[in-house]
């Protein structure tokens, strides 16, 4: 979906070639086509849509206020454009080391990137990460941006020390 600058800027555009065209003035009518071709060819660029995630290593049990490290590796395809993603982590989780959250910015080739950390958890339970969230920005912001998620299932199961 255009954003509403874009919208704008389309409108005005038609309205300088129509005025052009009325007036018979070409340097309206060119002035115009500026920015309907601009618009064109970033639509015609797209943004990155196709975004899976995969978590690396296994489902562990370990002790309360024990370290634990995951890996992420998101693969990003189509499109050109800023992508951001992040492993949402619980309120129990204390970041280590590391980042669960990482910004990349996807050429026109396919683009691989990873997030790895460590972190200490302080309750005892069953943790279940579920989804990688991500969003893709248009590079000329011409369209919304697009949220969405990444199935990756990951549990820690974290019992009390004996």
Not at 126 to 136: C, F, G, Q, T
């Amino acid at each position: 979906m255009l954003t509403r600058d874009t919208q704008e800027l389309l409108v005005s555009g038609v309205t300088f070639i129509v005025m052009g065209m009325f007036l018979g003035n070409l340097i309206l009518i060119v002035l115009g086509l500026f920015p309907t071709i601009f618009l064109a060819l970033g639509i015609m660029i797209g943004q990155p849509q196709d975004i899976t995630a995969q978590r690396t290593g296994e489902d562990q049990k370990i002790y309360v206020d024990g370290e634990v490290s995951d890996t992420v590796k998101v693969t990003i395809k189509g499109g050109v454009g800023t992508v951001t993603f992040s492993d949402v982590l619980p309120n129990s989780y204390k970041l280590e080391e590391g980042t669960n959250f990482k910004v990349v910015w996807k050429g026109p080739l396919e683009k691989q990137a990873e997030i790895s950390y460590r972190v200490t958890i302080a309750k005892r339970g069953r943790y279940e990460l579920n989804d990688i969230d991500w969003e893709s920005r248009h590079p000329l912001q011409i369209t919304s941006n697009e949220l969405g998620k990444s199935h990756a299932p990951r549990t820690f199961i974290v019992q009390p020390k004996p």
